[in-house]
């Protein structure tokens, strides 16, 4: 089966949420119709002229990116200017444009989540805080024989899921009753008589952001033409999501020997950095791109070490005055590692769904900085 831009889109968004994204951020479909076809995608951290170059020699019909090709809002499309020339080619070429950017940073698994998993970093934690997730309970009334079929369609709708595991539910039996009416074609009993049915409460817990999906999931593989189902909002807090992680190393180790992991796990030629190389470190604080901003954070939840990229002359100052060291891996150093990530996220979901699309990897470097 073909898969349409909304069918790509659909699976960013399930790893990365847009209400994950920072107040102004321009993420979403930025060039492109939802309806169209796509059998080739491109994913890239960013779409700079020679990105566009390789999606229209690699023939593909949607670019993924991270970083959002239209950021500021445009007053003009002149084709004269780097921006409007790259918007041309790509409308000229009918290839569609899906940025996600700080919605991705912070998910779950994201690119902050990915830099703490591949420092081998325990008891991690978001460094800063922008969402919890709120949770309520789904509880339906099941006739017996078709439990199984109705927490199946939960679960696949995303009820149901706690931690590493799906399909928790709990269920209890019990005897319903009911009188068909005039007008009404019912699954058991006979219109006129009260009806006494075995049946199950079957019960599990669910995101609110997707308990109206969840229910029409619920609704379509239930027999009755009328289910008795109930909401309930709870308390149950979620995990928190947000820009930064931190967390431990396995065991301290001397800032030196972190620079040089840093640099063997993100291959990286050389780093900045700022500190004593000799000093011990254990809570290492991060935020892939530019996250200076949360020093005052990783400083308060008492980091050794902050890395991220883009540390300006000041902030590396200001770093260092609250008592930590710092590394720059720089911008694209910190968030490049989503790439092959994310295209292997979308082969997977594109296999489950049974789409026919290819998912290829930019071989483009687009960090403008280089050292000798």
Not at 30 to 36: E, S
Not at 155 to 160: L, M, N, R, V
Not at 303 to 319: E, F, P, R, S
Request: with cysteine; glycine share 10%; proline share 5%.
């Amino acid at each position: 089966m073909a898969a349409k831009v909304q069918s790509i889109i659909n699976m960013v968004e399930k790893l990365a949420p847009k209400y994950l994204a920072e107040e102004g951020d321009n993420i979403g479909l930025q060039i492109g119709d939802p309806a169209a076809e796509v059998y080739r995608v491109l994913v890239t951290l960013d779409i700079d002229s020679q990105v566009v170059e390789e999606a229209i020699q690699e023939d593909v019909d949607m670019v993924v990116c991270h970083h959002p090709l239209i950021f500021k809002p445009i007053k003009n499309l002149r084709f004269d200017n780097p921006l409007g020339r790259k918007i041309a080619q790509l409308i000229g070429n009918s290839i569609a444009v899906y940025a996600a950017h700080t919605n991705l940073d912070s998910a779950k698994d994201g690119i902050n989540s990915l830099l703490a998993e591949k420092l081998d970093l325990r008891e991690v934690e978001v460094l800063a805080p922008s969402s919890i997730e709120k949770y309520c309970k789904i509880v339906v009334f099941v006739p017996q024989g078709y439990e199984d079929q109705v927490r199946d369609a939960l679960a696949q709708a995303g009820a149901g899921w706690i931690g590493n595991y799906s399909h928790c539910t709990f269920q209890t039996a019990g005897t319903g009753t009911f009188k068909a009416l005039e007008g009404a074609n019912p699954f058991i009993g006979i219109v006129g008589e009260l009806e006494k049915a075995e049946e199950y409460r079957l019960e599990t817990i669910v995101p609110e952001r997707i308990a109206a999906k969840v229910v029409k999931a619920m609704l379509k593989a239930h027999p009755y033409e009328e289910v008795a189902y109930d909401l309930y909002p709870l308390l149950n807090e979620g995990p928190s999501l947000g820009l930064g992680r931190i967390g431990k190393l396995p065991a301290p180790i001397t800032l030196g020997e972190l620079v040089q992991q840093v640099k063997a796990t993100l291959g990286l030629p050389n780093v900045r950095l700022g500190g004593d190389l000799g000093s011990k470190v254990e809570k290492v604080a991060l935020c892939g791109g530019s996250g200076t901003f949360l020093m005052h954070k990783a400083a308060f939840k008492g980091a050794d070490v902050l890395l991220t990229g883009d540390v300006k002359y000041h902030d590396g100052q200001d770093i260092l005055a609250q008592g930590m060291s710092f590394i720059d891996a720089g911008h694209n150093g910190t968030e490049r590692i989503i790439v092959p990530v994310l295209a292997k996220y979308l082969r997977e979901k594109a296999a489950e769904g049974k789409l026919e699309v290819e998912i290829v990897e930019s071989r483009v470097n687009t960090d403008p900085f280089q050292t000798i």
